[in-house]
């Protein structure tokens, strides 16, 4: 008996260990194919509207994109018209490509902008020389199409694109700064990095450092930095770790990842993990011999990665927007890190939005917040012409590395 007990429970801990080491590569590698898990059941052109099934992101009110047929397709919708227990009936805007009666299903996604041109907008396709290669951007001008020295960089969350920070591009434009929206290691436009896995922002930042780096050489005197998700907690270590963040002024951040260690705890409890096994999975991505199984080229550093423990080396204002409903990264962490540097993180606490959706729930709300804290700090053209605000300056005084940018209305090199 004692034997079967101990084969039992050797079994277990292997098993358990498999399970860890299945749940660490999921963390850190990039999503090949998103799940279509919203379910299509009708739609009807001449009323305007479509049948869907009901879920936490498809019952909340605003304006959203639906991906379909593997991508190929794309539709967008608004208003909810009513809902029951099982589905949720929503005013079909348009249907900007695919055939949408024959899709049984789709996914929700927070893009209601694809390409820069979907806001009606010039842009230029250029290239960051980043240290694994040549990223491709979108660098778009201010209102009235001259360049502007203060520029947002915009950087987008986990297994999304440069698309995502589209719709902070109205705001910041009508603020008089240049946009440039960024790829980085691993999101499928950039060059991929040796080990093909995400480093949670421990080695993204470095891309971001690049951007930087290339907007200086540009003409930028003062940088925002922006992120979303992932892309928060990637801005939050260029910002803690370049010397290049000297010439940041301040930094935008929505639903960011702050805290790695209690995202992927809440994550692991969403979805029923046993603590014994999320841990295991923690150490694995936290130690040289586990982050080599998991196929990570070093370990996942999380307490420098930890921003809330941080806080007191925050040197720039901050803005963050999160909701607590977020459901993916809790505000927790954003809470925490406004509760322990309230002299430079403001943040507009949403009640009901989701993650990284805010603009679309309400985005009066969201542009106004961005608007008014620019302005209040100074950072926006019309601030600064009218003297309200106290400015910061970076200096654009040293030499940066130099951009690459590729031969017009082409791509960027790979």
């Known amino acids: 008996m004692a034997v079967a007990v101990a084969g039992a429970a050797l079994v277990g801990a292997v098993?358990?260990?498999?399970?860890?080491?299945?749940?660490?590569?999921?963390?850190?590698?990039?999503?090949?194919?998103?799940?279509?898990?919203?379910?299509?059941?009708?739609?009807?052109?001449?009323?305007?509207?479509?049948l869907l099934g009901r879920t936490p992101d498809t019952e909340v009110a605003g304006r959203y994109s639906l991906r379909f047929d593997d991508d190929r397709g794309h539709a967008r919708v608004g208003?909810?018209?009513s809902l029951d227990e099982r589905t949720v009936l929503r005013r079909l805007v348009s249907v900007e490509r695919g055939d949408l009666e024959r899709a049984s299903a789709a996914r929700w996604s927070a893009w209601w902008y694809s390409t820069p041109a979907d806001l009606g907008l010039l842009h230029s396709e250029v290239g960051i020389e980043t240290p694994i290669g040549v990223a491709p951007a979108w660098l778009i001008a201010p209102e009235g199409g001259a360049a502007g020295t203060p520029w947002v960089i915009a950087v987008h969350g986990r297994g999304v694109t440069r698309a995502e920070p589209l719709r902070a591009v109205p705001v910041f434009r009508a603020a008089g700064f240049s946009a440039l929206l960024v790829s980085y290691r691993n999101d499928g436009d950039a060059p991929a990095s040796?080990?093909?896995?995400y480093a949670l922002g421990g080695e993204e930042w470095r891309?971001?450092?690049?951007?930087?780096?290339?907007?200086?050489?540009?003409?930028?005197?003062?940088i925002v930095l922006m992120g979303w998700s992932m892309g928060g907690a990637t801005v939050l270590q260029c910002l803690l770790r370049s010397p290049l963040a000297a010439h940041v002024v301040g930094v935008v951040l929505e639903s960011p990842v702050v805290d790695w260690v209690g995202v992927l705890r809440f994550q692991a409890s969403a979805v029923s993990l046993p603590p014994a096994v999320r841990d295991a999975a923690l150490a694995l991505l936290g130690s040289t011999r586990g982050s080599a199984l998991v196929g990570l080229a070093a370990p996942i550093d999380f307490e420098r990665l930890d921003v809330v423990a941080r806080a007191a080396e925050v040197p720039v204002p901050m803005l963050v927007l999160h909701s607590?409903?977020?459901?993916?990264?809790?505000?927790?962490?954003?809470?925490a890190l406004a509760?322990?540097?309230?002299?430079?993180?403001?943040?507009?606490?949403?009640?009901?939005?989701?993650?990284?959706?805010?603009?679309?729930?309400?985005?009066?709300?969201w542009e106004r917040a961005i608007r008014a804290w620019l302005d209040e700090l100074g950072l926006s053209v019309t601030a600064e012409a009218t003297g309200?605000?106290?400015?910061?300056s970076g200096s654009s005084a040293r030499t940066a590395p130099r951009g690459r940018r590729p031969a017009a209305g082409g791509a960027a090199p790979r």
């Open 15 to 50: 098993g358990g260990m498999l399970v860890a080491l299945r749940v660490a590569r999921d963390v850190v590698t990039p999503p090949r194919r998103r799940p279509f898990d919203i379910p299509v059941f009708a739609v009807d052109r001449a009323a305007g509207t479509i």
């Open 79 to 81: 208003d909810i018209i």
């Open 194 to 197: 040796a080990d093909g896995r």
């Open 207 to 222: 891309d971001i450092e690049a951007a930087i780096a290339f907007a200086l050489e540009h003409g930028a005197t003062r």
């Open 324 to 335: 607590d409903d977020d459901g993916f990264v809790p505000s927790d962490g954003s809470v």
């Open 339 to 365: 509760a322990a540097r309230p002299d430079v993180v403001r943040l507009e606490r949403f009640t009901r939005a989701r993650h990284t959706k805010l603009w679309n729930y309400d985005p009066e709300r």
């Open 388 to 392: 309200s605000g106290a400015a910061r």
